[in-house]
């Protein structure tokens, strides 16, 4: 059974700084494309980060380019998330998410993806 799992979150003044991690228990870890997403209260679900399988490949929403990196490590089955900046409306659950699509795409559709964690909360005080 596939299995991700999303550490990291917290409660930080804005302009701080977070880390969040995303396990997987995926064999093939190094062959899935690995994306962010985030659901504020009250909103839908929203794209924040994708990363390729080949980890060569990046992309970002328009709301946390500059300020947000995704990378991964393969030895560790593991897809991160680094955030800096942070402001109140950065305040959502965070999930990853993954797919095992075409090498080297980037997916931004949250439909395109197979698996996902169960969230981690990032609260951004002002």
């Known amino acids: 059974q596939v299995q991700l799992v999303e550490s990291g979150g917290g409660l930080v003044q804005a302009g701080g700084s977070l880390r969040l991690s995303c396990a997987a228990s995926?064999?093939?870890?190094?062959?899935?494309?690995m994306g962010w997403f985030r659901q504020a209260p009250g909103k839908e679900r929203e794209f924040v980060a994708a990363d390729s399988s080949t980890g060569g490949r990046t992309y970002y929403a328009d709301s946390v380019k500059g300020r947000f990196t995704i990378s991964r490590d393969n030895a560790k089955y593991t897809v991160y998330l680094q955030m800096n900046s942070l402001k109140p409306e950065d305040t959502a659950v965070y999930y990853c998410a993954a797919v095992r699509g075409v090498v080297g795409a980037i997916y931004r559709d949250e439909y395109q993806y197979d698996y996902w964690g169960q969230g981690t909360q990032v609260t951004v005080s002002s």
């Open positions: 995926l064999r093939t870890f190094s062959t899935y494309a």
